[in-house]
């Protein structure tokens, strides 16, 4: 499987993105799907997850209310709309993919990874 993330850029405090993560995988739709995040000198950290068929998702605190996870298995592809960005949401955004089962949230709960892109918001 591998994954291509895209879609980063740079956005004012309180604008929005939408990122995307294309799988090769002819398999995509039997894959949990995660985003995770990356701020400089910082460990890499969960943000959102999405079951195979997309009925079931979970984010994390820092991001409820904010970020939409989605996917669309025709086109093998995830998304993140990220709305009400703050600066502190600045970071490498990485999308992950998870071979068996839906629970876990840490990075190496995870079996495929894409490049990253980057999200930088400015105050």
């Known amino acids: 499987v591998q994954l291509q993330a895209s879609g980063g850029g740079l956005v004012q405090a309180g604008g929005s993105l939408r990122l995307s993560c294309l799988s090769s995988g002819r398999t995509f739709s039997s894959y949990t799907m995660g985003w995770f995040r990356q701020a400089p000198g910082k460990e890499r950290e969960f943000a959102a997850k999405i079951s195979g068929s997309g009925g079931a998702t979970y984010y994390a605190d820092s991001v409820k209310g904010r970020f939409t996870i989605s996917r669309d298995n025709s086109k093998n592809t995830m998304y993140l709309q990220m709305n009400s960005l703050k600066p502190e949401d600045t970071a490498v955004y990485y999308c992950?993919?998870?071979?068996?089962?839906?629970?876990?949230?840490?990075?190496?709960?995870?079996?495929?990874w894409g490049q990253g892109t980057q999200v930088t918001v400015s105050s």
């Open positions: 992950a993919a998870k071979n068996y089962g839906y629970n876990g949230l840490r990075v190496n709960d995870y079996d495929y």
